[in-house]
């Protein structure tokens, strides 16, 4: 019998770990709610129409397509005849109802699109709503990349407003800076990216410039250039692409090169102005105290085709990590119409949950008290004590102190071992003497020290 496994790309969650995923969770529902966003689920697969055409041919390619029942009951002539059809989906990017229908989503953006137009006569607009929930893709896996993750995504629609963008951004700050998680936010607009491929004279091309550039963190700028040459870009189209990417400065002096740069691009000006004004309303919403950086990057590019407007990237600033970016999002003016609601303009960023864990994990900055649930454990002695450590359990626990007790009658030393295993802090001992008088005795592991006490007391102590 082979050993047990899951699926490559997928993970267990050890209560440990589970503990630590949900301290980022409810740090991040806690922030959402501050911002008035509502909560929403949607189910874990879509029809497959509603997820294809929507990420790119690079995205198409990973989305995780589910056989539709029965297939395996058919007859071999009906299966003889499906032959063709099965060549085609597993050798390139082809779907066919007949054998696939549904799939499992790909993010949380097309799907809350997909929601919005069917609830379009409950909601009011702008509707703002966060998203909770595990994504699939059909990716290779290495780290900080899985075929099974968590995204939390913050969306606004309905609204055409930059105060949207800028408060986004101000959640980003607010969520990383309470995680401790040293970060810098980069913004860009995909306006200013439609002025590069103006500028380089192939504006057709500007989606082939755009996801050249997206790599350029991965492969640097030799690596960029020579994929873009392969993309049919020009090599002055190259030489000015390089030109802009190498502008450096604090955000306004960058913007004020782009300007002058873009001149005679009324789309980058646009771009320019966008993420101006979204950078001013921010700084009038900020909190002096966040660490986070706010930075204009004109190379970034993010991948999907449904950005319209300012974009937005975050990484981990810290020398000890080296990671991926951990959230992003951006503008995007007409994603419903995709579903037969046009002109409904929509804004949204999305949390990496798993490689926010990752990089907290490299960091160590999580807060005491998460490796355990119960921090206090009685001890189980049989007979009369067994009640008595009930009963004191009890009371624990109606004065809202997390708490178990040792369900078998064991042996005094296996029972500490396994307290000191589950890292409990404090051990109550319930003996015949503490029962006759009405106290119980607590021994704080890390210190070693233990007194005998009431249960109000120890309440008090634990608590």
């Not at 604090?250 to 300007?259: G, H």
């Not at 992003?328 to 926010?356: M, N, W």
């Not at 008290?369 to 624990?396: D, K, S, W």
């Amino acid at each position: 019998m082979s050993k047990p496994s899951v699926p490559q790309g997928t993970r267990d969650f050890s209560p440990v770990e589970v503990r630590k995923r949900q301290y980022i969770f409810n740090t991040l529902r806690t922030i959402f709610e501050l911002y008035g966003f509502q909560p929403l689920e949607t189910p874990a697969m879509e029809n497959l129409v509603t997820l294809t055409g929507k990420y790119g041919e690079e995205g198409d390619r990973l989305i995780f397509k589910i056989l539709n029942n029965g297939l395996n009951a058919q007859t071999d002539e009906y299966k003889a005849k499906m032959n063709d059809e099965w060549s085609k989906i597993l050798t390139k990017n082809y779907s066919t109802p007949v054998i696939t229908e549904r799939a499992l989503r790909y993010d949380l953006t097309i799907p809350f699109a997909r929601y919005v137009v069917m609830h379009q006569n409950d909601l009011a607009f702008p509707f703002r709503r966060y998203q909770m929930q595990p994504v699939w893709r059909a990716d290779r896996p290495q780290k900080g990349r899985y075929r099974e993750f968590w995204q939390c995504d913050a969306d606004v629609v309905g609204s055409t407003s930059l105060i949207n963008e800028a408060e986004l951004l101000c959640i980003y700050q607010g969520a990383f800076h309470q995680l401790q998680v040293p970060v810098t936010n980069k913004v860009n607009s995909r306006k200013m990216l439609a002025a590069l491929a103006e500028i380089c004279g192939m504006p057709e091309l500007m989606m082939d410039i755009t996801i050249a550039l997206d790599k350029l963190d991965k492969i640097g700028w030799i690596g960029v250039a020579k994929e873009l040459q392969e993309r049919g870009i020009s090599e002055e189209g190259i030489w000015k692409i390089e030109q802009v990417i190498n502008v450096t400065g604090d955000n306004n002096a960058k913007l004020a090169a782009y300007a002058d740069i873009m001149q005679h691009s009324a789309t980058g000006i646009e771009g320019i102005n966008e993420v101006s004004k979204t950078l001013a309303f921010y700084n009038n919403l900020a909190d002096g105290n966040w660490q986070g950086k706010i930075e204009v990057d004109i190379s970034l590019a993010r991948g999907l085709n449904y950005y319209t407007g300012v974009i937005v990237e975050v990484v981990c600033s810290s020398d000890k990590v080296k990671m991926g970016s951990i959230g992003g999002g951006g503008r995007y003016d007409d994603l419903t119409g995709l579903f037969g609601k046009p002109g409904l303009s929509g804004v949204g960023v999305s949390f990496g949950i798993d490689r926010i864990y990752d990089v907290m994990e490299e960091l160590a900055v999580w807060p005491e008290q998460l490796a355990t649930g119960a921090n206090v454990i009685i001890l189980n002695f049989g007979g009369e004590n067994e009640i008595y450590g009930l009963q004191v359990l009890r009371q624990l626990r109606d004065a809202g102190v997390a708490a178990e007790i040792y369900p078998d009658v064991a042996k005094f030393d296996k029972q500490m071992k396994y307290a000191n295993k589950r890292g409990i802090t404090y051990v109550i001992l319930p003996g015949d003497e503490e029962r006759e008088k009405g106290l119980v005795s607590l021994k704080n592991f890390s210190t070693g020290e233990q007194k005998m006490i009431s249960v109000a007391e120890c309440i008090e102590v634990v608590g």
